[in-house]
């Protein structure tokens, strides 16, 4: 993306988006929260808006701005109900006050309305527009006309999940209307069905991301519906990470495809690039929710609230089946067909990746042939061919696989900790945790006091990688490394053995280390 003509533009547009949604989950004031609200439309707005001189994309960010629009009007009577009734815009006076307006009405002319379920209906119907829910879906899969790095904030990780947070935020309102919670319900029940049916029969990749995200948000609403928040919290964190990394991963394939986003001319990418096929396939085993992976457990803990025997419980099992069947064949058919499906590109797409990589491997294996030291030249060979990546920068895949990893390995074991912590009582006896489980691949004999250690240990390393990248954008527009940025990410590598001492950082940084050394030769 850096290699865009606006890519100032994009990076403040980004920035500020990013600020807006920090400054949303901070708010606790209504005043402040309408106005984090107003922030994160007006820039996801421009976003969409990038590529501002094709027809389609004015079209889509003219579609994104009407439904924004909508949501802020129903945001907009709420406020001004929160002024009239309560007299305050601090949350904690209105949830203080709420158990007090459980019996408070509404008169228009001769007709009452219940305030608290006319408030929280509001207040829903403008999260449930922001996040694309059933009737207001529309506008998200038109929005991927935005960037890559702008679709992946926006439809993915922060933007439609606003709608859900809000939600959670004004969470004390819906313990007193059941109206609201049925509406929740039914509304998430609906567009997770119709999500996933929908995301089976797209051609375009990116609207069948977006549709995914559609039918995952869909879990999210049904869940608040339930009123189990830690558990729809847990899933929600879950999905913007796996959903994020998705997009980037769907954004490197686009751009080896020329920018053409359509499946049907894709196939053939894992002969190119086997680091993407692998990585694309971790991040949808877990967004499908496959069992042993961290999606599968979030899912669990969100199911067991939702089996209850009412009738309306019956119609949300149907619609949660429905989507159980069809999201691992939509997931699946992603990998497949874009990883392994026969090369269905145009021939110049293959050719400029063939010629880069495989003319030089060819070079360096004629001279291996003919020359008496051909075992030093071979171990080169199988050096370079596994060295450099064509799709994906270098820093990139130190991430995604730590966090491949971390997720398939961690997840299970990480959300059952997770839930314990939530719950009064341990549900999950200690005892679980000190087991060894065939699927598990670091030993867990230490229990929770090592398996802190290693959670730490990635967030940290995370950090790192990030630092990195972000340092190695400054200094070159292609992916290599120069000698000073060596030296400044040995700095940052001391600086972090420094604070954090565990023998595990060890073993990993040395191995960075090596692996850069082997680059810079």
């Known amino acids: 993306m850096y290699r865009e003509a606006f890519i100032n533009r994009l990076l403040y547009l980004l920035n500020l988006f990013a600020t807006s949604v920090i400054f949303l989950f901070f708010c606790y004031d209504y005043f402040l929260i309408m106005f984090a609200w107003e922030c994160i439309g007006l820039f996801s707005f ?22 924004s629009r909508i949501s802020d009007m129903f945001m907009f009577i709420s406020f001004l109900l929160t002024i009239v009734v309560f007299n305050t815009t601090d949350l904690s006076l209105i949830f203080l006050q709420t158990p007090f307006m459980a019996f408070h009405y509404l008169f228009i002319g001769n007709t009452a309305i219940h305030f608290l379920s006319f408030f929280s209906f509001c207040l829903v119907t403008s999260g449930g527009i922001k996040a694309a829910q059933f009737f207001a879906h529309v506008w998200l899969p038109d929005a991927m006309e935005a960037p ?38 039914l509304l998430g029940a609906l567009t997770l069905s119709f999500g996933a049916v929908t995301a ?28 189990c928040y830690e558990e729809v919290l847990l899933y929600l964190i879950i999905h913007a990470l796996n959903k994020a990394f998705l997009f980037v991963l769907v954004g490197y394939t686009v751009h080896f495809f020329n920018g053409n986003t359509d499946m049907r001319q894709m196939g053939g990418a894992y002969l190119y690039s086997l680091d993407i096929s692998v990585l694309l396939f971790g991040v949808c085993f877990n967004l499908a929710g496959l069992p042993y992976s961290a999606g599968f457990l979030g899912k669990e803990f969100l199911l067991f609230q939702v089996l209850r025997d009412d009738f309306i419980s019956w ?85 995604l696989f730590s966090f491949w990893c971390f997720f398939f390995f961690f997840g299970e074991i990480l959300l059952l900790l997770t839930f314990n912590y939530n719950n009064l ?3 999950i006896p200690s005892n679980f945790f000190m087991f060894t489980k065939s699927h598990v691949i670091f030993l867990m004999n230490n229990g929770s006091a090592y398996l802190n250690d290693v959670i730490f240990f990635y967030i940290l390393f995370f950090t790192t990688c990030s630092l990195l990248f972000l340092l190695n954008l400054r200094y070159s527009f292609n992916y290599q490394f120069f000698q000073h940025q060596f030296l400044i990410d040995i700095l940052f590598i001391i600086i972090n053995l420094y604070l954090f001492q565990i ?10 280390v090596l692996k850069r050394l082997v680059s810079l030769k």
């Not at 606003?162 to 109206?179: D, W």
């Open 46 to 67: 421009l976003l969409v808006n990038f590529y501002s001189t094709r027809v389609y994309t004015i079209k889509a960010a003219l579609k994104t701005f009407v439904f």
């Open 148 to 185: 890559t790095p702008a679709s992946a904030l926006i439809h993915s990780s922060t933007l439609v999940v606003a709608g859900v947070f809000l939600i959670i935020r004004f969470s004390v309102l819906f313990e007193f209307t059941l109206f609201t919670n049925y509406y929740l319900i």
């Open 200 to 227: 089976v029969f797209q051609n375009d990749i990116k609207k069948l991301v977006a549709y995914s995200t559609i039918s995952q948000i869909g879990y999210l609403v049904c869940g608040c519906g339930f009123c």
């Open 315 to 399: 119609f949300v099992r149907g619609c949660w089946l429905v989507s159980f069947f069809f999201t691992p064949i939509y997931m699946l058919i992603l990998v497949f067909v874009v990883s392994f499906g026969a090369k269905k590109g145009t021939i110049l797409t293959y050719a400029n990746y063939w010629y880069s990589n495989f003319y030089n491997n060819f070079q360096l294996l004629s001279t291996t042939l003919n020359n008496k030291n051909s075992q030093t030249n071979l171990k080169h060979l199988l050096k370079h061919r596994f060295q450099f990546t064509i799709i994906t920068s270098r820093t990139t895949i130190y991430l």
């Open 425 to 427: 009582t341990d549900l």
């Open 503 to 512: 023998q595990l950082l060890y073993i990993f940084y040395v191995l960075f």
